[in-house]
């Protein structure tokens, strides 16, 4: 899928998507948008710095 797509998919108007992506600013919400619509899971993991352990 295009990016082009994945935007009119999710109704994005013009760049916004394309420029949200590049910035990497998105927010949850989008996030999990966009794994539905590419037909995947989103998993949000925070990863301690000084031990490697996942929470």
Same mark, same amino acid.
């Given at each position: 899928?295009?990016?082009?797509?994945?935007? =009119?998919?999710?109704?994005?108007?013009?760049?916004?998507?394309?420029?949200?992506?590049?910035?990497?600013?998105?927010? =949850?919400? =989008?996030?999990?948008?966009? %794994?539905? %619509?590419?037909?995947?899971?989103?998993?949000?993991?925070?990863?301690?710095?000084?031990?490697?352990?996942?929470?």
């Amino acid at each position: 899928m295009t990016i082009k797509q994945l935007s =009119e998919n999710l109704g994005y108007k013009g760049n916004n998507l394309y420029n949200k992506l590049n910035r990497d600013n998105m927010n =949850e919400k =989008e996030l999990r948008a966009i %794994a539905d %619509a590419l037909n995947c899971d989103y998993d949000g993991i925070f990863t301690m710095r000084d031990t490697g352990k996942q929470i």
